[in-house]
């Protein structure tokens, strides 16, 4: 089993339309939850960063982390063509010695106009 | 700022060759990683290192080799390359621990294994 598990997708939907993503992940140490960007063949870029639980808000962009069920989501609301892109999870622990981030797969999404 | 680059940018090479990826970055940043991404199996880490002189293995070591022998470069090495190895391999540099998740990407480099 995977550390971290991510759905492939591809997703389609139309524009306007509210997109979520979602990971899960096994390991109870990690505590910092990023999503990461990646247009085709282009290398991924920081979207969203957020600490342990809550959400975090960022325009259109909503990142969530539930620590208690290891589950974290982002949600793009008014979707554009511009956000047609691959979305990666990335997690890590808090201790010294984590400068290494757990990817997911990433998930292929697509806006239709 | 040319952030991070990557040389070259596409690769052919035959089974047993040998070839040296080359990492730049011109954030003064102290850790820098290679990773290789594969269809169906995400980003994974390669090396990593965390100052110059230093460096560090990750998930994929094998096959690989690296140096860090000045802070704004990472070189990434096939000694014997094997049809394996054909990916698509990025360098990414972070600032340090505290801003370790905020990891820069280079363009990426395309290698194919004959």
């Known amino acids: 089993q995977k550390e971290v598990e991510q759905d492939p997708g591809p997703l389609s939907v139309p524009e306007g339309a509210i997109v979520s993503l979602n990971c899960t992940y096994s390991?109870?140490?990690?505590?910092?939850f990023m999503w990461y960007r990646q247009y085709s063949r282009k290398g991924p870029e920081l979207l969203m960063y957020?600490?342990?639980?809550g959400n975090k808000e960022d325009g259109r962009f909503t990142a969530q982390v539930d620590k208690s069920s290891k589950y974290i989501s982002l949600f793009i609301r008014d979707s554009q063509p511009s956000d047609s892109a691959t979305y990666l999870c990335?997690?890590?622990?808090?201790?010294?010695?984590?400068?290494?981030?757990?990817f997911g797969t990433g998930t292929r999404l697509t806006i239709i106009p | 700022n040319a952030g991070v680059t990557q040389t070259p940018k596409f690769r052919v090479l035959k089974t047993g060759q040998s070839m040296t990826l080359l990492c730049a970055q011109d954030?003064?940043?102290?850790?820098m990683y290679w990773y290789r991404q594969d269809p169906g199996m995400g980003l994974r880490l390669i090396h990593y290192?965390?100052?110059?002189?230093?460096?560090a293995k990750g998930e994929v070591p094998d096959g690989y080799n690296v140096s860090r022998l000045k802070k704004q470069n990472f070189l990434l090495g096939l000694e014997s390359a094997a049809p394996s190895q054909t990916s698509v391999y990025f360098c990414?540099?972070?600032?340090?621990?505290?801003?370790?998740?905020?990891?820069?990407f280079g363009p990426g480099t395309r290698l194919t294994v004959l």
């Open positions: 990414a540099s972070s600032p340090g621990l505290a801003g370790a998740d905020t990891q820069y």
């Open positions: 390991n109870s140490a990690f505590q910092y």
């Open positions: 957020t600490y342990s639980s």
């Open positions: 990335a997690m890590r622990g808090s201790n010294f010695g984590n400068e290494k981030l757990t």
């Open positions: 954030m003064n940043h102290e850790y």
């Open positions: 290192s965390v100052g110059e002189g230093t460096t």
